[in-house]
């Protein structure tokens, strides 16, 4: 089992950056494929961006691509989601979730391990 806590999250302002943390405790996340999703108010839980157990395959979704940069450090047990130029469409709760030894998986179904979420909100 591996327990996933983020952090990093806040207010900013249009135009801003935020870097999340996702530390992982219980297991090493050198074998799990790590995770961000987000959740705004309505709306379904979607995959923001993704990187996969070796490191070598990253997934954007359309609408963050080019701002955020997901990445992790296995040696922290960290995961991390830098975000830049952050607008107002961005603001939800956002999510870190793992899959051991998965490819990149798109649904919130495929992840077995989430954290609590942290409140991402982007004022215009």
């Known amino acids: 089992q591996v327990q996933l806590v983020e952090s990093g999250g806040g207010l900013v302002q249009a135009g801003g950056s935020l870097r999340l943390s996702c530390a992982a405790s219980?297991?090493?996340?050198?074998?799990?494929?790590m995770g961000w999703f987000r959740q705004a108010p309505g709306k379904e839980r979607e995959l923001v961006a993704a990187i996969t157990w070796t490191g070598g395959n990253t997934y954007y979704v359309d609408s963050v691509k080019g701002r955020f940069t997901i990445s992790r450090d296995n040696a922290k047990n960290t995961a991390y989601l830098q975000m830049n130029s952050l607008k107002p469409e961005d603001t939800a709760v956002h999510y870190c979730?793992?899959?051991?030894?998965?490819?990149?998986?798109?649904?919130?179904?495929?992840?077995?391990?989430w954290g609590q979420g942290t409140q991402v909100t982007v004022s215009s």
């Open positions: 219980g297991r090493t996340i050198s074998t799990y494929t």
């Open positions: 979730a793992a899959v051991r030894y998965g490819s990149i998986m798109m649904k919130a179904s495929d992840y077995p391990y």
